[in-house]
């Protein structure tokens, strides 16, 4: 198996359409094998409505384009070893499109979170917020709302996807719910209490979700039958999970003893390759139109690529910005989000050119990303309380790219409620990335808060050794405990 990684380039197009660009080198990683384990182990719904706002994209920064990497790499080593480096060539292309995006403002407070696509052509979102505790849809037109609450825990609704039985299933704090598209839901403890977090639709039928504190995938059936299988790497922080055009599960490990991406087998078989960067928070995974998977890597502000072989190529993100969730779109990339205060959307090509596109709102928090079936993008704005449609995305709308290689997308712009670190899950999931401030609200570890536990299983950096002391994790950033 081998990895690269692959530094991003300015493109500008003059008026013949000459490419003049820069590239960077390339560096390899490895892979590692791991073996499987295997263990077999209601309510009723609240709704409400309202209309929404809509903006269109104006505008942001001209039409710029910034893209381009140098390909490259060489063999890599297993069990994540250093391989040998080379550079190559630069990738140029074309000016990315102008597009479009419409928002649309939530008549309930919420803070939405992730989005899925629903088996009743509407778009669904979990609400992060605890008042209320709940899960929302809204039609493609972008009105109507319709709230569904849900049991109350100390977080809000996590992780929603559809399911092969025509209901949605969505992850929580101590377990696991499933609502049909009128709302009736019905919630299920986890086996061994543990919480979930992402959520899909396995080949085999099944739903399929990952226990970040628990160091598990998970499969449950329709009829509720749960079944436990143990990442091989102790500590991993498994988190986001997605199906594979191979017929597998793939999923990542954030936390820092992970900084892998898994494949696991519906007979529940892993094998584990690792990220050449290290500490990179891998946060978001999908496949791509291209048989590839392709994932995110928050802290290294990176986006990767995984082919079924296990060959991994990592691509800079020029500006510098932090990515979080990905979906393909119907136009053959792959689009992200970027909170804080990059507040962008992100567009990345099967060949490594980088864009970036602002959200018309402020200080939005674009959060989790969805494609949908009329070829469009649906995204959730964490903070400003709204859900977006992206349109014209191979070109047509007035929204450009902006220019600019500086961007920070360093701050959290959100109010998430919370109780302890752990609850905190918006960025930088694993040491060093978020906590609870003493006003009971998640704010990034580089802020120096001093957080917020009550035992040791509440800090973010137990794993590196950090304890809770006098109600404060002893630290909270990665190497603090050195």
Not at 82 to 98: D, F, K, L, N, Q
Not at 210 to 216: D, I, L, P
Not at 306 to 323: F, K
Request: hydrophobic share 30%.
């Amino acid at each position: 198996m081998t990895a690269r990684w692959l530094v991003g380039a300015a493109l500008a197009l003059g008026a013949c359409g000459d490419p003049a660009s820069n590239g960077g080198a390339a560096s390899t990683g490895g892979s590692g094998a791991g073996v499987a384990n295997g263990a077999g182990s209601s309510g009723a719904a609240n709704p409400g409505g309202g209309n929404a706002s809509g903006g269109s994209g104006a505008p942001a920064g001209g039409a710029d384009a910034q893209s381009g990497a140098s390909a490259g790499g060489a063999s890599g080593k297993p069990n994540g070893s250093a391989g040998e480096s080379s550079g190559g060539a630069v990738i140029g292309g074309p000016a990315p499109p102008g597009i479009t995006i419409n928002e649309y403002a939530i008549p309930t407070p919420s803070q939405p979170g992730w989005i899925a696509a629903g088996p009743d052509d509407h778009i669904w979102y979990t609400h992060q917020s605890t008042k209320p505790s709940a899960i929302s849809r809204v039609a493609k037109t972008g009105m109507p709302f319709d709230l569904h609450t849900v049991n109350v825990t100390n977080i809000g609704p996590r992780g929603i996807a559809p399911g092969a039985d025509g209901n949605l299933w969505y992850t929580k704090q101590g377990g696991i719910g499933k609502m049909q598209p009128t709302g009736m839901f019905e919630e299920f403890g986890v086996p061994n209490a543990g919480d979930s977090a992402g959520i899909c639709q396995g080949p085999d039928g099944n739903v399929w979700f990952t226990q970040e504190q628990h160091n598990k995938i998970s499969q449950v059936t329709p009829a509720k039958a749960f079944k436990d299988f143990t990442v091989p790497t102790a500590d991993s922080g498994p988190l986001a999970i997605t199906t594979g055009k191979d017929g597998n599960l793939w999923f990542t490990e954030s936390a820092i003893k992970g900084n892998k991406i898994g494949r696991l087998t519906p007979a529940g078989m892993f094998t584990e390759f690792a990220i050449p960067t290290p500490a990179s928070n891998p946060t978001g995974i999908t496949a791509g139109p291209d048989d590839n998977l392709w994932f995110t890597e928050h802290d290294a502000r990176k986006i990767g690529k995984i082919s079924v072989a296990g060959e991994i190529t990592e691509y800079l993100i020029p500006s510098g910005n932090s990515p979080g969730r990905i979906a393909a779109g119907s136009d053959g990339n792959l689009w992200f989000t970027q909170s804080g205060s990059a507040n962008s959307i992100g567009r990345i090509t099967p060949l490594g050119q980088v864009s970036e596109y602002v959200v018309p709102t402020k200080a939005s928090d674009p959060y989790d990303i969805v494609a949908t079936a009329d070829g469009n993008l649906w995204f959730t704005e964490l903070s400003s309380n709204k859900v977006a449609r992206i349109t014209d995305l191979k070109g047509g709308g007035t929204l450009m790219a902006r220019s600019g290689m500086s961007m920070d997308g360093g701050q959290l712009g959100g109010d998430t409620a919370c109780t302890k670190d752990i609850d905190c899950k918006e960025s930088g999931k694993a040491c060093g990335g978020d906590v609870c401030s003493a006003d009971k609200v998640c704010v990034l570890a580089v802020t120096e808060d001093k957080g917020t536990c009550s035992t040791d299983d509440d800090c973010w950096c137990k794993s590196e050794g950090a304890k809770c002391t006098a109600g404060h994790c002893s630290f909270t950033v990665h190497g603090g405990g050195t």
